[in-house]
């Protein structure tokens, strides 16, 4: 009888099984982190990317603001709210901003005469910004100070030079 040979077989190396396992494992531990590093980085990204907006939106809402009382020939207190004037031909604009809803509104009436008044209702409402957890406007004497609270993670406050004069 003849011998059999294993030349073919013996010869030829070949990747075993636990090899095999082994080389998959690896690569699956270093796509889950890769996957996890680009996580990461997108919640990065988008927290910057809602950082950068809100830092637009006050800016927008405080430069408004700054340009509507440094535009105005008067001011005036009326129930605990100050109203800025400014002369539109013959008639004069009331203007003021408020929170309402979570939203910074600007509210104007034009008005026929510049006299003392105890109730002004406003006939135009625009809204600013969103998204407002504060608001407030004080006269500190040789300025007006703004401060806007967002969502409850930022607040700003910026001091405005008075230009106008307090109409009683």
């Known amino acids: 009888m003849k011998k059999l040979r294993w030349r073919f077989t013996s010869k030829r190396e070949a990747y075993s099984l636990i090899e095999l396992v082994m080389s998959m494992a690896m690569l699956l531990i270093i796509g889950m982190v890769i996957t996890s590093i680009l996580g990461v980085s997108q919640k990065a990204l988008t927290k910057t990317y809602e950082n950068e907006n809100i830092s637009t939106d006050l800016s927008y809402a405080t430069e408004y603001i700054k340009d509507e009382i440094t535009t105005s020939d008067y001011y005036t207190k009326v129930g605990g709210d100050i109203y800025f004037i400014q002369p539109k031909g013959k ?25 003392k008044r105890n109730d002004i209702r406003s006939d135009g409402v625009n809204a600013l910004i969103d998204n407002i957890s504060s608001f407030s406007i004080e006269d500190q004497g040789d300025c007006f100070s703004v401060k806007i609270g967002y ?16 109409y009683e």
């Not at 604009?93 to 026929?112: A, E, H, P, Q, T």
């Not at 969502?151 to 307090?166: N, V, Y």
């Open 151 to 166: 969502k409850d993670k930022e607040e700003i406050i910026r001091k405005i030079a008075k230009r106008s004069r307090l």
């Open 91 to 115: 008639k004069y604009n009331y203007v003021s901003f408020g929170l309402k809803d979570n939203k910074l509104y600007r509210y104007s009436i034009l008005i026929d005469s510049l006299k």
